[in-house]
């Protein structure tokens, strides 16, 4: 079963983007992780088949500068 977990940020680029991908990928190495920065909300889409903390999410990337709401 896959959990999926959508988020909308400020992140504004795609070089912004990859670099908190990549962070994000050693919290969650088991996921699927990728941004939309064509969505007008910059959506950032987390897929995985254990328990995603958003929690976890939304601290790493305030820890870099940026926001991310839940989006339900």
Known sequence: MKLIEIFKTDVPDKAT?????RNLKS???HSKINFDLEDCDNILRIESSKPIDVRKVTFSLAEQGHRADVLN
């Open 17 to 21: 983007a990859r670099l908190l991908v």
């Open 27 to 29: 919290l969650f190495p």
